[in-house]
């Protein structure tokens, strides 16, 4: 079992890391401490991953498992972060020719936020369990908030509204892609499509959870998860189309539930949030970044 301490700071980390292309590898290589002890469990399949308990204890540094070496953390800034912070929405729902492109289909002026606050706006996304409209309410409550709508106090949902279809079992009776019925193509966008939809509802978790901890937690902490949500609800919008196109959709195949159980294990507490989500879920998932995007090239 491997240990892990981390501060709220380490979301900033992340955006840096993220920024200069870095490799999963890269987010371990930092230590840090927080004031919760996060208890890591080996999956089946091998890897770390974060089936876990949380312990509120004192604890002990980041992961020795991991047999990396450690790099100092400095004040945790990324040089980009005021940029990224004063940047206009980004608009690309929709994947062109050429890239992203706006969605005449829906125009950000025809969308209105589903609540008075962010944090009820992200409540009602949590609640949405169409994977589409669950992206669109967030691009307009994120529209709103940069326009100046207030953060609000909110109680999260135990779980996430989810549609009908796919079916979420054991991530052991996910099939492999060789024995799945899908075409390759289909098969890693689907589970791309998982992931997304999932991260959406890992960033507005964490926007409506801890809403009640502000002024604790600095207003910057909220809009930086806002526009994450707002990212992962464009990247969900490109699956989603992309799925179409090639004649298939969400829930043509079985998924798990994995990426949720990190939020479920971390609900208690934000500095173990902090460490499974950014520093254990987004650092496999760059992990296999490159070798996924190879495999997409073309499809």
């Not at 902090?274 to 073309?298: F, H, N, S, T, W």
């Amino acid at each position: 079992m491997a240990s892990v301490r981390t501060p709220v700071r380490v979301m900033y980390m992340v955006s840096r890391l993220r920024s200069s292309n870095a490799t999963g590898s890269s987010y371990r290589r930092f230590r840090v401490q927080a004031s919760a002890q996060v208890q890591l469990q080996p999956f089946a399949t091998g890897g770390v991953g974060m089936r876990a308990r949380v312990r509120m204890s004192a604890a002990r540094a980041f992961s020795s498992a991991l047999a990396l070496p450690s790099v100092p953390v400095g004040d945790g800034a990324w040089d980009g972060l005021p940029a990224y912070r004063a940047r206009d929405q980004d608009m690309g729902w929709k994947w062109g020719e050429k890239g992203p492109t706006q969605w005449d289909d829906h125009p950000i002026e025809t969308l209105s936020a589903p609540a008075e606050t962010l944090a009820d706006c992200g409540r009602e996304v949590l609640l949405t369990a169409d994977p589409l409209q669950k992206a669109l309410k967030s691009h307009a409550a994120v529209a709103a908030f940069l326009k100046g709508m207030p953060l609000g106090v909110a109680e999260a949902p135990n779980v996430p509204s989810r549609p009908s279809k796919p079916e979420l079992v054991d991530s052991r009776e996910v099939p492999h892609f060789k024995d799945s019925p899908l075409p390759m193509s289909v098969y890693l966008l689907h589970n791309l499509t998982h992931v997304e939809l999932n991260a959406i509802d890992l960033a507005w978790d964490t926007i409506v959870r801890y809403s009640r901890l502000y002024p604790s937690l600095p207003i910057e902490f909220f809009a930086d998860f806002a526009r994450v949500a707002d990212d992962e609800s464009r990247h969900l919008g490109w699956c989603l189309q992309r799925l179409e196109e090639l004649g298939h959709a969400y829930g043509d195949m079985v998924a798990h539930n994995v990426l949720w159980d990190g939020a479920v294990a971390t609900s208690a507490d934000i500095s173990a949030r902090m460490a499974i989500v950014p520093c254990v879920q987004e650092a496999r998932g760059l992990d296999a970044g490159p070798r996924l995007v190879e495999r997409l090239k073309g499809f």
